[in-house]
Nanobody, 118 residues
Framework: QVQLVESGGGLVQAGGSLRLSCAAS????????MGWYCQAPGKQRELVAV???????NYADSVKGRFTISRDNAKNTVYLQMNSLKPEDTAVYYCNVKGLGRQLFDYWGQGTQVTVSS
């Protein structure tokens, strides 16, 4: 079993910044991919950014140049630095981890609300 604890969401004005964190714990041998997804009201959950264990990252076009994903492998933690936030970034943000414990796993965090006011 793997537990994910997210933190860092909140309310910010347009142009501001937030940093999300997601720490994984439990029966973990290795974590391959860590990522962030968002879901706005009435919309499907969509990819924001993912990062591999080697540090290769991919971003949604809408956040390129504004958001940065990073990870601390020693702490099994992934971060999302969000700069130049826009009202359209408002959503619940979920972290996702894929890796190997006693078996392959794919877990989601509980979600953290990010609200950007205009």
């Amino acid at each position: 079993q793997v537990q994910l604890v997210e933190s860092g969401g909140g309310l910010v004005q347009a142009g501001g910044s937030l940093r999300l964190s997601c720490a994984a714990s439990g029966s973990i041998f290795s974590i391959n991919i860590m990522g962030w997804y968002c879901q706005a009201p009435g919309k499907q959950r969509e990819l924001v950014a993912v990062i591999t264990s080697g540090g290769s990252a991919n971003y949604a076009d809408s956040v390129k140049g504004r958001f940065t994903i990073s990870r601390d492998n020693a702490k099994n933690t992934v971060y999302l630095q969000m700069n130049s936030l826009k009202p359209e970034d408002t959503a619940v943000y979920y972290c996702n981890v894929k890796g190997l414990g006693r078996q392959l796993f794919d877990y989601w965090g509980q979600g953290t609300q990010v609200t950007v006011s205009s």
